[in-house]
């Protein structure tokens, strides 16, 4: 098995976009509360319908998305464990009898050839860490995705309302 040279760019990858969309949420979100908190201050203003209906959907939407974002990362986490179980029992597997095949050489060109083989099966096992890195990074962005899409469906529709 070859080890996975691109895990360490996978990482960094799923934290990147992470990053991006949370940088994202928090100006959106600024912009969002500014709007609401805006009409719920404004001197003498009456609330009309459109007022209410968007004050309600606050605490609609909240609820909504950390149900999503919920499920989001139980199913991600799900699927992470999965995998990278069974990569490990893989990687334990081929290492254990490769070991044993070592332990057992007879000669010397034997013992070199079975180390070498005993060598590359435990390389995979150096980029285990990055995989579990990209992994939790896709945890966090997944996570953050519900919260993300409102605050800029949000943040769009009110700058359109606000025209």
Same mark, same amino acid.
């Given at each position: 098995?070859? &080890?996975?040279?691109?895990? &360490? ?17 928090? =100006? ?25 209906? +968007? ?5 609609? +939407? ?20 999965? +995998? =990278? ?79």
């Amino acid at each position: 098995m070859k &080890p996975d040279f691109f895990s &360490p760019l996978a990482a960094w990858v799923a934290w990147s976009d992470f990053a991006w969309k949370t940088a994202e949420t928090l =100006l959106t979100s600024s912009q969002v509360i500014g709007h609401r908190v805006g009409r719920m201050t404004a001197p003498g203003a009456a609330w009309n319908a459109s007022d209410r209906r +968007e004050f309600a959907l606050m605490s609609q +939407e909240k609820l909504e998305a950390a149900s999503e974002s919920a499920l989001s990362i139980a199913a991600q986490i799900t699927r992470a464990n999965f +995998e =990278l179980g069974l990569k490990a029992w893989q990687n334990w597997a081929a290492v254990a009898a490769a070991a044993t095949s070592a332990a057992t050489s007879r000669t010397t060109g034997d013992s070199i050839l079975r180390y070498t083989r005993l060598t590359r099966a435990m390389l995979p096992l150096s980029g285990r860490t990055s995989q579990v890195i990209a992994a939790s990074g896709r945890v966090a962005r997944d996570a953050l995705s519900p919260f993300h899409g409102r605050a800029t469906a949000n943040a769009r529709r009110l700058r359109k309302k606000a025209r």
